[in-house]
């Protein structure tokens, strides 16, 4: 048995993206404890059972430099005695790896799940980034990555050597026992539609993801008010929400100010956060994931489950998420005229439409199945104690 603890920035991460490795784990007899800061979706963890801890943490705690996170996680540390501490996200990495570090820890792990060094994120974040990561990746005994770009960019960029470094191709997998195009309620969807005004016969472009300017929700809009000129009738979903910890707050206020200078109120609807999310991407007739940057673009992923097309910016690891003319199209970031006509493209041919849809399913069945990608991590833990001496007595 091991004792780990996964330190993320808000629960949603520990909800989404960790819960099925836990459970797996703990299915094995190994303890898993979590630590985030405070965030939206803290239900899910509470039903999960396990034990967790939320850090006072607060929109001033981002900063690298941030002793009272990293004397609080010491103490987490402390008491726990674990075995493994397993962080996430770049800020929350630094206060874990040196809390980890500084408590002698035997194994401290680290998921790049949203590298800054992307050419779509600001240049003073990438140089803060940087340089937090130079100054404490040698601490980190294994750098988990979910592209093949971030784990190049880890050995380029000297903040790891390459055996130090384990590539997770496919992401996290998706739940196909929860996206599964089959068991939607059709008559429920269309009661759902026409309460949103999503009239069958006019096609629905869906947007999924927190409702922020990096997540390209304007660039979006503007690639919709292109098609509109062209004389193409859609309407636009935005589904979604703002989280506490978000530092751009105004982005989603300045969209809705456009949308109705524009005269869409009517065609661009907001849906808000919710939690059933197969059911919203039935909804949709094309998912577009418009990002700046990415650790993985997992919303093609989860439209493709759903047997939806999808449109995306060229991010990391995208190649992966979408075959290029076969499943969806990527365009460059940052383009609106680009990202127009890709969405004009597809939901002008529904048969295109459709077949992409139906490659889409069975791309995500073949190479995204929840279960494969968690044995899979599995499996890199496994492999790593193996390969270590200090490591050899971990069984999972």
């Known amino acids: 048995m091991i004792r780990i603890l996964y330190v993320t920035r808000v629960p949603a991460t520990a909800g989404h993206i960790i819960l099925p490795l836990a459970n797996k784990l703990r299915e094995r007899g190994n303890h898993v404890e979590f630590a985030f800061g405070p965030g939206e979706e803290l239900q899910e963890m509470r039903d999960s059972g396990f034990l967790f801890t939320v850090l006072t943490m607060d929109k001033k705690s981002r900063s690298v430099t ?57 240049l003073s974040h990438r140089i803060m980034y940087f340089a937090s990561e130079l100054a404490t990746s040698r601490m980190v005994d294994l750098f988990i990555t979910l592209n093949d770009a971030d784990a190049h960019n880890m050995v380029k960029y000297r903040l790891a050597r390459a055996e130090k470094v384990a590539l997770l191709k496919y992401e996290y997998g998706v739940d196909l026992h929860k996206f599964k195009p089959e068991s939607i309620d059709k008559d429920h969807l269309d009661v759902v539609r026409k309460q949103h005004g999503l009239e069958n016969g006019i096609p629905v472009i869906g947007f999924i993801g927190r409702m922020i300017g990096d997540k390209g929700i304007l660039d979006l809009f503007e690639a919709y008010r292109q098609i509109r000129q062209n004389g193409v009738m859609a309407k636009l979903a935005y589904l979604g929400h703002v989280l506490s910890t978000d530092k751009d707050q105004t982005s989603i206020s300045r969209l809705k100010g456009l949308v109705k200078e524009a005269g869409f109120e009517a065609d661009v609807v907001f849906l808000g956060f919710q939690r059933d999310v197969p059911f919203y991407i039935s909804m ?113």
């Open 66 to 122: 941030n002793a009272s996170v990293v004397w609080e996680l010491r103490q987490i540390i402390k008491k726990g005695r674990y075995d493994v501490v397993h962080t996430y996200s770049p800020i929350i990495g630094v206060y874990g790896r040196l809390a980890a570090f500084r408590t002698n820890t035997p194994v401290i792990i680290h998921s790049v799940i949203g590298s800054l060094l992307a050419s779509g994120v600001p």
């Open 284 to 396: 949709m007739d094309v998912v577009v994931l418009p990002s700046h940057h990415e650790g993985f673009p997992h919303i093609p992923v989860e439209a493709g489950a759903m047997g939806k097309p999808s449109v995306s910016t060229a991010t990391a690891g995208i190649e992966v998420a979408i075959d290029e003319g076969k499943t969806g199209f990527i365009v460059p970031i940052k383009d609106p005229r680009r990202l127009g006509e890709a969405l004009q493209e597809i939901i002008t041919n529904p048969i295109l439409a459709q077949t992409m849809g139906a490659n889409a399913r069975q791309r995500v069945v073949t190479l995204f199945d929840q279960d494969k990608i968690v044995d899979q991590q599995m499996q890199i833990y496994a492999d790593y104690f193996k390969s270590n001496k200090k490591t050899r007595g971990f069984q999972i």
